[in-house]
């Protein structure tokens, strides 16, 4: 009986502990983390990637240094480049400026967060924590939301 | 007489600056549409490459057909990705029986990690049609330069490798023809509309 009112009360405490989630945004010292969403990897695919917005209404400038994920074997920080018609995605070792008064926009095409050899696929509907260290305003774990990769899913039944 | 010698050559440098930043949009705007349209008649060509069975497969399979031909590979978490998805929205804004006539095709530059099984499961998590192709170093190296598509392998610090390659969209008519390309961001609406002149020329 004891152990029962205790595995409810567990479950209970899960689901609190996930609802901060669903307003999804964080704060951190004097940054904001705002919607972190990650999207459906395709079927196969070793990596995914991860996006949000961080802005910081501080008067110093921060830097977001690393990204840790136990859904991957590495993460890292990434910027992707157009250099004369060619996309090349670097790390960006040295961290992302967050400069005080401004934001970092992570959304694709620009800077992003990449999970490399994900140990499971990335699935609609579902989350997953990743910590993420600043300079200044130290680390923060926050949930990444898995977004469908088709908004529309017509591709689906409209047959060959 | 002095301020107003001050003020005219305040509106000079004003002016100037104006004109400066006019012509360097003209500069781009030139280099865009340079870059665009430079060589059309000689991009694509023939290729043989590999399927999602392991079955070789060259241009003349596909023969009749408009392509629809966008160079990737699947390590890549983030342009890959979205331009598959703008190509597989384009054909869901077309009506179904114009676009069962494109032949989407996703062509890996990374051989080695994208195996014929790689790029067969990849591709349906973006349109039921879209075929995933591979092919020998060789092979891929010879379909890249066919269609101008640079890549190019990157090495990491202590990472897996990466790579770097030319991102567009492009559009062949169903004689093996090339049509036009679309650069990296192109909104699904826009390649919608060029694929049903493609599909139904006027």
């Known amino acids: ?31 904001t983390l705002d919607h972190p969403v990650s999207r459906e990897t395709p079927k196969g695919a070793r990596v995914g990637a991860g996006y ?68 499971q696929p990335f ?19 926050v949930e990444f939301t898995v977004e469908p990769l088709r908004k529309s899913k017509s591709g689906d039944h409209k047959g060959h | 007489m002095r301020a107003l010698i001050v003020m005219c050559a305040g509106l000079a440098l004003v002016a100037a600056a104006v004109a400066a930043v006019v012509w360097s949009g003209l500069v781009d705007i030139e280099d865009t549409s340079t870059s665009s349209y430079s060589g059309e008649a000689s991009i694509g060509g023939p290729f043989e490459l590999v399927n999602g069975d392991g079955e070789t497969v060259t241009d003349a399979d596909f023969a009749g057909k408009p392509l629809i031909v966008y160079f990737g590979f699947t390590y890549c978490p983030d342009i ?23 032949q989407p095709l996703f062509i890996t530059v990374d051989p080695e990690r994208d195996t014929p099984d790689v790029v067969r499961d990849y591709v349906t998590s973006f349109h039921p049609n879209m075929i995933g192709l591979t092919g020998s170093a060789r092979q891929i190296k010879r379909a890249a330069s066919a269609y101008r598509v640079y890549y190019s392998r990157q090495e990491t610090d202590d990472g897996p490798y990466t790579m770097a390659h030319s991102s567009y969209i492009y559009v062949m008519d169903g004689s093996g023809r090339y049509v036009r390309h679309f650069r990296m961001g192109t909104s699904p609406d826009e390649i919608a509309a060029a694929l049903e002149t493609v599909a139904d020329p006027a």
Request: glycine residues 10%; proline residues 4%.
């Open chain 1, 1 to 31: 009986m004891i152990k029962q009112l205790a595995r409810g009360l567990a479950v209970l405490m899960t689901i609190g502990a996930a609802a901060p989630a669903y307003a999804h945004d964080y704060k951190v010292g004097s940054l």
């Open chain 2, 80 to 102: 890959c990705p979205t331009e598959l998805l703008a190509i597989a929205d384009a054909l869901d804004l077309l009506p179904a029986a114009t676009a069962a006539k494109f």
């Open chain 1, 52 to 119: 949000l917005t961080i802005e910081n209404i501080g008067e110093a400038d921060d830097r977001l240094l690393s990204v840790s994920c136990a859904c991957a074997e590495r993460s890292e920080i990434h910027e992707m480049k157009m250099d004369g018609g060619i996309m090349r995605m670097q790390a960006l070792p040295g961290g992302l400026a967050i400069p005080a008064g401004g934001s970092a926009v992570l959304k694709p095409g620009g800077y992003h967060l990449m999970f490399i050899e994900i140990k």
């Open chain 1, 123 to 141: 699935v609609a509907g579902e989350a997953f924590e990743a910590t993420l260290t600043f300079e200044k305003a130290g680390s923060v774990t």
